[in-house]
Structures are given as C-alpha cells and as structure tokens.
C-alpha cells in the first residue's frame, strides 16, 4: 500500500491525547493534514473507526475524518519533510520530554473550525 500527497498540508502537528498515544502505542503521534482530494491511495487499507492501516504488515498509515486525511509522519520515504508547527492536548505531555520548536501549544484542542494552522 501506498499514498501519495500533492501539494503541501493545511497544517502539520503533534498530538499528546490519550486516543492518539493509545492507539499508536507512543506517547505522541505526529501527523501532516491534507484536504481529501490531495491524497491518492494505492491499494486497498483496512480501516477501523477512521483508521487506515496495511493489510499486509497492520502498519498504521493513515486517518480520515470529514473531509481530511492525517498522513503519519512516520509513513512517508522522508520523514524530515514536514516541521510541526503545533503541539495538541499539552496537558497530556510527558514532562521529560524536550521542548520541540513549535508555533503553538494548546492545551487540548485547537481552536476553531478551519483546516489550516
């Protein structure tokens, strides 16, 4: 399975709440947020509850909401494309975990409606 993105993401972040370290088994999950129509899909994923993963191998690839699709940072060939310009539910970080250089942290989630940061 493969995925390709075209053009850039409305908004790269990382997230600390307990859905998201719960079902990467880590204690934050990074992602890059496309709008549906800039993320082509090769092959068939499985899917549970949003949840794209290979059916092959179960790697967790992807996530679709509405009309986004988060793209694990992980799952890209390159993973220094992307910088994370914001940090979700802070009140859930590790307290020993470095700072990382990000725009914004917000304490739970973002603020508003609109896809981009």
């Known amino acids: ?9 409305d908004r790269v972040g990382i997230c600390h709440c307990l859905d998201c370290r719960k079902y990467h088994g880590a204690l934050f999950y990074a992602a890059a947020i496309y709008a549906d129509n800039q993320v082509e899909v090769t092959g ?13 191998c179960g790697s967790r690839v992807f996530n679709r909401s509405d009309n986004e699709v ?7 060939d390159d993973t220094n494309l992307f910088q994370p310009s914001y940090e979700l539910w802070t ?12 725009e914004h942290r917000y304490e739970r989630d973002r603020p508003g409606e609109g896809r981009g940061e």
């Open 70 to 76: 988060e793209l694990n940072l992980g799952s890209f």
């Open 44 to 56: 068939e994923p499985q899917m549970y509850d949003g949840r794209c993963f290979c059916p092959t």
């Open 91 to 102: 009140i859930r970080r590790e307290r020993w975990l470095p700072e990382f250089p990000v």
């Open 1 to 9: 399975m493969r995925f390709e993105a075209k053009g850039d993401p």
